[in-house]
């Protein structure tokens, strides 16, 4: 088979090559520079070596915030605990300075892990506010623990021993380029694309085996390690720590860095950061009001440039690739092999046993039996209403049933919606659950996180086997973007697609996971002539293989089609099932469709 072609570009948010060339050398020569035009070389070397540690800081926020899509408000108090873990190391232990930011990070990273464990279920702002919560105990802690943190005077005396100010700068420097690296792999990595996938929605990540708490444990708690960081070596830059590190106004600088930089974009937070030190610099004879002037920043950033500096510039990339010439793209004969072996057909692939589910007074789903065998094309369908979707949203467990059971291959199936995948059973939801800001490539990556066997250590150090994986992602990826007539499209931002091909990027992506039970709720409906053909080959190839697909559609002549067995579902109960000759004369199908004469007049040709 001729190896699948996608066109190479990267739209990530990371700075162009060029600028970032010249922002290295600038700083990398800063100490020299200042040296030579200034008396006061230590004063413009501190001014840096801050700015790249509120840089660290707002990484950390950026993870959390743009990419985990976490609000968080306790990353100064972040700070501050990593400032504490620092001095407390070197002032009170005596021990080597550099040990004291390893020492920030493990108990900053503990107290993120902490704070997200007990707000698992929070949505968005209840868990901006129990962040604030946490940072206001932090401040009080911090404030009344005198003989660890020295109280509202904190701890002084706190140097990084042997190191003379430049060094500490390269030091500075070279962290800041570590965390922008270890965010760069993390997002880029499978991990990244979790996260972004939770972020967007929760149900579409279950439906891929991605486990939303698990995801945003590590993100959060990542962020926080960061954060720890940056306060380590606020205490070893400016010599003390007090509780105003945590001081909920300090996180005014980063937040105005987020969002003037970009907020979910790579190079943001450091671009963001470097202008809002640049203004502080600025308008030092008028520090009085720099607050004042901060918060309009953040404020005219937010009407005038909602996506920041880079989310700007990054989007205007997008806008080229998605604007670009149709070409006429002819889909790949074959599909790649990211499928499973079929098991056993003895037993039915996807099996519920007398299932009910009621909403209220509504009894949506009342009693269905239903049995999918493998190598088959199996169709649901019914009136508008009828209990469909509710139904297979039963057998996915997106709805905990009142009664009856759900056997996968024979086996129950477990109880959470994102542990049914790693059984081999995937959906696509009848309203659309695109990624709609990521690239279509990055959609069809996303479903295969399942398979994808690394730690996320091996994808932050991009270790051999990370590599290899990531690879062999991409190859499937391109198969199977190029088997749906997708693959000349991989690098376009998922929204910039047509209706159609949304839908058809949707069931890719479901196959990229793999799944040995694929569940589409009404994927045709809006496609076009050549589409519905596209998604038939799909449906076909997977029976084919000896695998299963469960097919919701109102296109009796699709479903007619294309399916071996048909289940018929009114009122929430099933009213015949069969082969497609047996249910097309069925009166009480017949019945079930009185009022859409055409579909009467359909059955009975
Ligand atoms: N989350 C919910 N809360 C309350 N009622 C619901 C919920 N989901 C579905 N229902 C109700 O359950 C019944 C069955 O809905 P369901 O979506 O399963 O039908 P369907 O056959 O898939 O319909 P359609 O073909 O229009 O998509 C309907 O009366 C619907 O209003």
Redesign the pocket.
């Known amino acids: 088979m001729a190896r699948a072609r996608i066109p190479a570009a990267r739209i990530g948010g990371a700075l162009p090559p060029v600028l970032t060339a010249i922002a290295a050398a600038v700083l990398l020569a800063w100490p020299a520079i200042t040296d030579f035009y200034s008396y006061n070389a230590n004063y413009y070397n501190g001014i840096v070596a801050a700015a790249a540690i509120s840089a660290i800081l707002t990484i950390a926020l950026n993870l959390s915030m743009g990419y985990g899509g976490m609000l968080s408000m306790m990353h100064t108090g972040l700070q501050l605990l990593g400032g504490y873990a620092t001095a407390a190391l070197v002032v009170k232990a005596g021990l080597p300075w550099y040990l004291g930011p390893v020492c920030s990070i493990a108990v900053a990273a503990a107290a993120s892990a902490l704070v997200l464990a007990v707000s698992l279920r929070a949505a968005y702002l209840y868990f901006g506010m129990i962040t604030m919560a946490a940072n206001l105990i932090v401040l009080e802690v911090g404030r009344d623990w005198d003989g660890l943190t020295g109280g509202v005077n904190g701890l002084t005396g706190v140097a990084p021993g042997g190191l003379s100010k430049v060094a500490f700068y390269y030091v500075v420097l070279a962290l800041l380029v570590l965390a922008y690296v270890f965010q760069r792999n993390l997002v880029r990595s499978g991990y990244g694309r979790a996260s972004l996938a939770v972020r967007e929605s929760e149900d579409a990540a279950s439906a891929m085996g991605i486990r939303p708490t698990t995801t945003k444990l590590l993100v959060f708690t990542v962020s926080g390690a960061v954060a720890g960081l940056s306060g380590g070596l606020y205490a070893l830059q400016l010599g003390f720590v007090n509780p105003d590190v945590g001081l909920l106004d300090n996180g005014l600088v980063f937040f105005v860095g987020l969002f003037v930089g970009g907020i979910g974009t790579l190079a943001g937070p450091v671009l963001g950061v470097a202008l809002v030190a640049v203004l502080v610099e600025l308008i030092k004879d008028y520090a009085r009001y720099t607050t004042l002037i901060l918060g309009l920043a953040l404020l005219a950033a937010m009407i005038l440039l909602p996506r920041g500096v880079v989310g700007t510039w990054r989007a205007g990339r997008f806008g080229r690739v998605d604007d670009a010439d149709d070409e006429p793209e002819s889909p790949a004969e074959e599909l790649p092999a990211v499928l499973p072996e079929p098991a056993a057909p003895d037993v039915p692939a996807l099996e519920g046993r007398g299932l009910v589910k009621h909403?209220g007074g509504?009894r949506?789903v009342d009693g269905v039996d239903i049995a999918v065998r493998a190598g088959t094309v199996h169709g649901i369908i019914?009136p508008?209403?009828?209990?469909?979707?509710?139904t297979v949203s039963c057998l996915t467990r997106f709805h905990q049933v009142d009664a009856g059971e759900v056997l996968v291959f024979g086996d129950p199936a477990p109880a959470r919606p994102w542990a049914v995948p790693s059984l081999g059973v995937t959906r696509v939801f009848?309203v659309p659950h695109l990624f709609e800001q990521q690239s279509v490539l990055d959609n069809v990556l996303t479903g295969m996180r399942r398979r994808e066997h690394y730690g996320w250590p091996a994808a932050v150090l991009r270790l051999p086997a990370y590599r290899r994986r990531d690879r062999e992602s991409r190859a499937e990826a391109a198969g199977l973007l190029a088997f749906a007539g997708l693959a000349q499209r991989a690098h376009r931002r998922a929204g910039s697609l047509s209706h159609g091909q949304k839908r058809l990027l949707e069931v890719v992506r479901a196959v990229a996971s793999g799944p040995r039970v694929l569940i589409l709720d009404e994927p045709a409906t809006g496609l076009t002539g050549s589409e519905i053909e596209a998604l038939a080959r799909l449906c076909r190839a997977f029976r084919d293989r000896g695998l299963a697909v469960v097919l919701i559609e109102?296109n009796v002549e699709f479903v007619m089609g294309i399916c071996d067995a048909i289940t018929v579902i009114d009122g929430g109960r099933v009213i015949a099932a069969g082969a497609p000759d047996e249910v097309r004369g069925d009166p009480a199908v017949l019945e079930a469709y009185l009022g859409h004469p055409e579909l009467v007049e359909e059955a009975a040709e």
């Open positions: 909403f509504v949506a019914g508008n209403g009828s209990g469909k979707s509710t009848q109102h």
